[in-house]
T-cell receptor
Framework: AQRVTQPEKLLSVFKGAPVELKCNYS??????LFWYVQYSRQRLQLLLR??SRESIKGFTADLNKGETSFHLKKPFAQEEDSAMYYC???????????FGRGTSLIVHP | EPEVTQTPSHQVTQMGQEVILRCVPI?????FYWYRQILGQKVEFLVS????????KSEIFDDQFSVERPDGSNFTLKIRSTKLEDSAMYFC?????????????FGQGTRLTVV
């Protein structure tokens, strides 16, 4: 069975500092990886997916199959980035994402 | 922009009572899901629903849970006899298809408190 691990429950940085939210996964096949974000009092929403290789709101994430990681990075954090971030994995052939427990990012002014 | 809508936003119920959580998925979507998140824990998959039947369910989704799409627009989660440990945030989601570019859209959640 697949598993998603987000080792940090809380990440606290100052505005302008680089951010890296860690995500490791275990899955024997070819997964699809996603990052979801939940801002305060808002719904869970898709931030980015590895197959799109896109940068959203300055965030990027690279799938590293050797290290089975999909860390989310941003070079300069902004206060509005404060939110809960969830890494999710969808196994090949399935349409159901499995979520990590989430990391709370707090960006201080 | 279309959204998944969940009602109520907060439900308080007594242990042993039945509750129905309601969701209106995005209108042209075909796949529907329920997830839950116990406070401080991860978002956990409960059940998926397609073509008027359950397509997949987790071990959490036992006999006290049921889902229904009663009228072609609502998608409900029923908990037959609530327990204290059912207290959680329940999220409904829907997606248009199951392909690699599929995005699941989530509702804002219903916070269920069992007392």
């Amino acid at each position: 069975a697949q598993r998603v691990t987000q080792p940090e429950k809380l990440l606290s940085v100052f505005k302008g500092a680089p951010v890296e939210l860690k995500c490791n996964y275990s899955y024997s096949g070819s997964p699809e990886l996603f990052w979801y974000v939940q801002y305060s009092r808002q719904r869970l929403q898709l931030l980015l997916r590895h197959i799109s290789r896109e940068s959203i709101k300055g965030f990027t994430a690279d799938l590293n199959k050797g290290e089975t990681s999909f860390h989310l990075k941003k070079p300069f954090a902004q206060e509005e980035d404060s939110a809960m971030y969830y890494c999710a994995l969808r196994p090949g052939g399935s349409y159901i994402p499995t979520f990590g427990r989430g990391t709370s990012l707090i960006v201080h002014p | 922009e279309p959204e998944v809508t969940q009602t109520p936003s907060h439900q308080v119920t007594q242990m042993g009572q039945e509750v129905i959580l309601r969701c209106v998925p995005i209108s042209n979507h075909l796949y529907f899901y329920w997830y839950r998140q116990i406070l401080g824990q991860k978002v956990e998959f409960l059940v998926s629903f397609y073509n008027n039947e359950i397509s997949e369910k987790s071990e959490i989704f036992d006999d006290q849970f049921s889902v229904e799409r009663p009228d072609g627009s609502n998608f409900t989660l029923k908990i037959r006899s609530t327990k204290l440990e059912d207290s959680a945030m329940y999220f409904c989601a829907s997606s248009g298809d199951r392909g690699p570019n599929t995005e699941a859209f989530f509702g804002q959640g219903t916070r269920l408190t069992v007392v």
